[in-house]
């Protein structure tokens, strides 16, 4: 068989236009980053130009530059006050950057948002002016040093009546909580509202529960839950908006710098010059290119799209059906928010709660993410020799050239972690690596970050922080009831019940919890964002594992990563729905086939929690603990990767009762004890025997062990 030819579309820089191969258009720099942008906060918002668009640049870069001088020079009135100026700034923005009536699940079915067109283009309503004023009011309310009656007054004033609040502060209290709902509905949908609604009707109604209830306490007014949400440190103005103001918006204002100088367009062309020759080549591209674009990206979906855009003809060349080709794509993409340095919005949030550094949270997630793209690769390296995929040699030139030439976009990556290893905090290391990126630009004459294009940068950061910034305050609705009433500690001893209702065995009893926690984070992922996913599942479910001393580290990262698979879980799998935007594929199957692709990553994170072995996976416990936990896991993976393809990689294809037999080695090796290790491993054995025997009857009776079509000798590396 003879290999096709693929040349990568050229990167034209600012001129965005289109560029076509044989088959059709190839998505460009410009085009990519417009079309990532319509996934990036699950909701597509208006284009603003004109006087309004010059009116939110302007607030946008005022947010950002706020941010950067918060790092090195803290407001004099703390951290509680530099949170009310961030929302001050961020939420009326909300209002004016997005129309009130498209539904994220209206945009599952139609993903290129094509109806919601004229709403995007149109500018903001009166209605939409109306509540950005309203937003100003009440977040600039608490710090405004004008005296209202009995309120007002200032911020030491506003703090002096924590716990007394008058009416005037309960009702701008509401009107903000109300405010931030709808927020939320705009940009993430009507699930997560009604969630925060469900909370605060706990807080109110549940003094009126039977007092025999778990879950019954004695009930508080109305007036005390705002002053809970308003003017505490577990409400609107608490933990999740305290580190996207601090942590998150410089991430995605480093990530907006580093993507216009070109890193993201080098990252795909590097992957691709780097498996060029193999007939893997187009598979492995995807894959490497999510990791390469997930370690400055730390969003799930706007990754699939990126590397989708200008991977996909490749793929379709190789002779990927679109649906397999678009769970490959979605996969690769969601590891962007598992992937160090930048993982999601949720880790900043793990190591804010638990009172360690950013650096630790990396670490702790660096083995689970090889194990997660190992599984991918498999199940890539599985898909060519058993589904006929046909070579592909990219025209990409020489990856040694291109490091040469562009390796520079690494070293910004590189000064994250030296910074942190030197014991500077996040942020001062983020804002360092951006301001690096920035001057590393101007070696590329195409990508120069002249001052219009760092305003773009800088306003095109706090856009994209946005929708994330409105979650994060609405979670202290979440937060603050759950403080007040109590709800966490009940929930986790309903949740233990449960389990030692079934057996009394302690081991029993973690697992069954661990279960029950993954399918009810799973589920609760479905409905809401992943950071909102990890700060409900962390004070409802963390308190269930803690209780059963999984260690915290264990149980963060747990919660965590079954937050994160929200977005590859069907039905609402949103990686799957971009990725079959960009390929074209049936949603439904592409769902599926994202779901065997990121198989692994469903099932690493209980091995956290079952055993103190585990904890070798978050590389706690020694080289020793790591190392067993690691290459036992590889043969876990590599296991499951067998019994979802159906081919064991460098011997042949596996028949059903291999097949059984490795799902079944794959899941006994992550109970990573004596006993479950030794049978898995003889599970694991008994599968690859049963492999060369069915090989070598095979051969006996001339019937060839590779497809046909690829048995040429073509995979030459």
């Given amino acids: 068989m003879d290999s096709e030819s693929v040349q990568l579309p050229p990167d034209d820089g600012a001129a965005g236009e289109a560029a076509r191969a044989d088959d059709g258009p190839l998505a460009t720099h410009h085009d990519t980053r417009e079309l990532a942008a319509q996934f990036e906060d699950e909701k597509p918002g208006r284009v603003l130009s004109g006087p309004v668009g010059l009116l939110f640049t302007g607030v946008t870069v005022a947010v950002a530059l706020l941010a950067l001088w918060q790092v090195f020079f803290p407001l004099s009135q703390g951290s509680k006050y530099y949170l009310i100026i961030f929302l001050t700034g961020i939420l009326p923005m909300v209002f004016l950057a997005y129309p009130s009536g498209m539904r994220l699940r209206r945009r599952a079915t139609a993903p290129a948002g094509k109806e919601d067109e004229p709403a995007r283009r149109g500018g903001p309503t009166p209605v939409d002016w109306l509540l950005a004023l309203a937003a100003l009011l009440s977040?600039?309310?608490?710090?405004?040093?004008?005296?209202?009656?009995?309120?007002?007054?200032?911020?030491?004033?506003?703090?002096?009546?924590?716990?007394?609040?008058?009416?005037?502060?309960?009702?701008?209290?509401?009107?903000?909580?109300?405010?931030?709902?709808?927020?939320?509905?705009?940009?993430?949908?009507?699930?997560?509202?009604?969630?925060?609604?469900?909370?605060?009707?706990?807080?109110?109604?549940?003094?009126?529960?039977?007092?025999?209830?778990?879950?019954?306490?004695?009930?508080?007014?109305?007036?005390?839950?705002?002053?809970?949400?308003?003017?505490?440190?577990?409400?609107?103005?608490?933990?999740?908006?305290?580190?996207?103001?601090?942590?998150?918006?410089?991430?995605?204002?480093?990530?907006?710098?580093?993507?216009?100088?070109?890193?993201?367009?080098?990252?795909?062309?590097?992957?691709?010059?780097?498996?060029?020759?193999?007939?893997?080549?187009?598979?492995?591209?995807?894959?490497?290119?999510?990791f390469l674009l997930g370690t400055v990206s730390g969003s799930g979906a706007a990754t699939t799209v990126s590397i989708g855009a200008v991977t996909w003809p490749i793929l379709r060349r190789a002779g990927y059906p679109a649906?397999?080709?678009?769970?490959?794509?979605?996969?690769?993409?969601?590891?962007?928010?598992?992937?160090?340095?930048?993982?999601?919005?949720?880790?900043?949030?793990?190591?804010?709660?638990?009172?360690?550094?950013?650096?630790?949270?990396?670490?702790?997630?660096?083995?689970?993410?090889?194990?997660?793209?190992?599984?991918?690769?498999?199940?890539?390296?599985?898909?060519?020799?058993?589904?006929?995929?046909?070579?592909?040699?990219?025209?990409?030139?020489?990856?040694?050239?291109?490091?040469?030439?562009?390796?520079?976009?690494?070293?910004?990556?590189?000064?994250?972690?030296?910074?942190?290893?030197?014991?500077?905090?996040?942020?001062?290391?983020?804002?360092?690596?951006?301001?690096?990126?920035?001057?590393?630009?101007?070696?590329?004459?195409?990508?120069?970050?002249?001052?219009?294009?760092?305003?773009?940068?800088?306003?095109?950061?706090?856009?994209g922080v946005l929708a994330v910034s409105a979650v994060c305050a609405a979670a202290g609705i979440i937060t603050a009831t759950t403080t007040k009433t109590g709800l966490g500690p009940q929930a986790a001893a309903l949740l233990i019940g449960g389990a030692q209702a079934v057996s009394s065995d302690p081991a029993v009893v973690l697992a069954l919890t661990a279960l029950l926690a993954a399918v009810a984070l799973s589920l609760l992922g479905l409905a809401v964002p992943v950071t909102a996913s990890f700060v409900i599942g962390w004070v409802i479910i963390g308190p269930a594992l803690l209780n059963l001393g999984v260690a915290a580290p264990a149980a963060a990262m747990f919660v965590f990563y079954f937050a994160v698979l929200s977005e590859v879980s069907p039905p609402t799998a949103l990686a799957a729905v971009a990725a079959a935007a960009v390929t074209g594929g049936r949603l439904v199957p592409t769902m599926w086939q994202t779901l065997r692709y990121a198989l692994p990553a469903y099932l690493i994170p209980i091995a956290f929690v079952l055993t103190p072995t585990g904890l070798g996976l978050l590389g706690i416990g020694g080289v020793e603990r790591i190392a067993v936990a690691g290459l036992i896991c590889v043969l876990s993976v590599t296991m499951l990767a067998v019994a979802a393809g159906g081919w064991l990689p460098g011997v042949g294809p596996a028949g059903v009762p291999e097949r059984i037999l490795g799902a079944v080695a794959g899941l006994v090796l992550l109970w990573l004890e004596p006993v479950p290790v030794t049978v898995g491993a003889v599970l694991a054995a008994l599968t690859v025997a049963g492999v060369l025997v069915r090989r070598g009857s095979a051969g006996r009776a001339g019937v060839p062990s590779v497809p046909k079509q690829l048995d040429h000798g073509e995979d030459r590396e």
């Fill in 139 to 290: 977040c600039l309310y608490p710090v405004l040093p004008v005296a209202f009656g009995a309120g007002g007054g200032g911020y030491d004033a506003f703090l002096d009546r924590q716990g007394l609040l008058v009416p005037l502060d309960v009702a701008m209290g509401t009107v903000l909580m109300l405010l931030l709902l709808e927020a939320c509905r705009r940009t993430t949908g009507w699930i997560l509202p009604a969630v925060c609604l469900l909370f605060l009707a706990y807080g109110y109604y549940g003094g009126l529960l039977p007092q025999s209830w778990a879950v019954a306490h004695a009930g508080l007014d109305f007036g005390q839950l705002i002053d809970a949400f308003y003017n505490s440190d577990s409400g609107f103005y608490g933990t999740p908006l305290d580190v996207a103001a601090s942590y998150i918006v410089l991430f995605t204002i480093y990530g907006a710098v580093l993507d216009l100088s070109g890193a993201g367009r080098f990252f795909v062309e590097l992957s691709a010059a780097a498996f060029r020759r193999s007939r893997t080549a187009a598979g492995r591209t995807a894959v490497a290119s999510g």
């Fill in 323 to 463: 649906e397999r080709a678009g769970g490959m794509l979605a996969a690769a993409g969601v590891g962007a928010i598992l992937s160090p340095p930048t993982l999601g919005a949720a880790a900043f949030i793990i190591a804010e709660y638990l009172g360690v550094s950013y650096l630790q949270v990396l670490g702790w997630a660096t083995v689970p993410t090889i194990l997660y793209y190992l599984g991918i690769l498999l199940s890539v390296e599985i898909d060519a020799r058993r589904s006929g995929v046909r070579p592909v040699v990219i025209d990409s030139g020489s990856a040694w050239r291109l490091l040469a030439r562009f390796g520079y976009h690494f070293l910004s990556l590189i000064v994250i972690i030296v910074v942190l290893a030197m014991g500077a905090s996040a942020t001062r290391a983020v804002v360092i690596a951006t301001i690096l990126a920035a001057a590393l630009s101007f070696l590329d004459r195409r990508h120069r970050l002249t001052p219009a294009r760092l305003v773009e940068a800088l306003g095109g950061g706090v856009r």
